[in-house]
């Protein structure tokens, strides 16, 4: 099989990254991580694109590696799908126009709930019975793209911030590897 080239976003740990890159090893994935950028030389995820041997581009501000390089290294790579995991920077209007329909966000509450930052905080507040994560695609409005999956978790009444982020996570891992299959079959 003919596997599509993926560029993989991210700003922190990289549980999400690693999990896509566990997927993209079996041979019937449809992608291949072919580059890594991250907004920031802090991001742990960094230790896995070594790992892995996958190349990793920093875009910070300090390098100021500005979008139009960043789309320079994309079409380098012939990246035709790009994952966003945990990645914390607003992508521009020009940017998403580029790569339109072809970037995919992975968000840590049933959406259209909870859009934006400190999701188990405003979940465990509001008494809901479950949350989850989605998977969607990318628009210029925060976390309203369209929605390719989701997957729900129970919220158990002892459950705090920490559990909660454990239980999500662990479904997240999941959500965009089948998010991905989804997209190509
Ligand atoms: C995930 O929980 C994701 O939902 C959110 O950022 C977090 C990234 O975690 N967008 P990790 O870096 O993949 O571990």
Do not use: W
Request: one cysteine or more; aromatic letters at 8%.
């Amino acid at each position: 099989m003919v596997k599509k080239n993926c560029c993989v976003f991210i700003s922190g740990k990289g549980s999400n990254l690693l999990a896509l890159i566990h997927s993209s090893r079996s041979y019937n994935f449809p992608i291949n991580i072919k580059l890594i950028i991250s907004n920031t030389k802090k991001a742990k995820g960094i230790l896995l694109a070594k790992k892995y041997s996958i190349p990793i581009k920093i875009s910070n501000h300090k390098n100021n590696l500005n979008e139009i390089e960043i789309i320079n290294e994309l079409k380098k790579n012939k990246i035709s799908i790009i994952c966003l995991a945990g990645y914390m920077r607003i992508l521009s209007k020009n940017f998403l126009k580029n790569y339109n329909g072809k970037i995919i966000n992975i968000h840590p509450s049933l959406l259209p709930k909870y859009k934006g930052l400190n999701t188990f905080s405003r979940v465990l507040r509001s008494k809901d019975k479950s949350t989850g994560c989605t998977v969607h695609y990318v628009n210029e409005r925060l976390d309203s793209g369209k929605t390719i999956l989701q997957k729900k978790v129970f919220i158990s009444p002892k459950d705090n911030e920490e559990t909660l982020k454990i239980k999500v996570q662990k479904k997240e891992h999941r959500a965009f590897s089948e998010a991905i299959f989804r997209i190509y079959n």
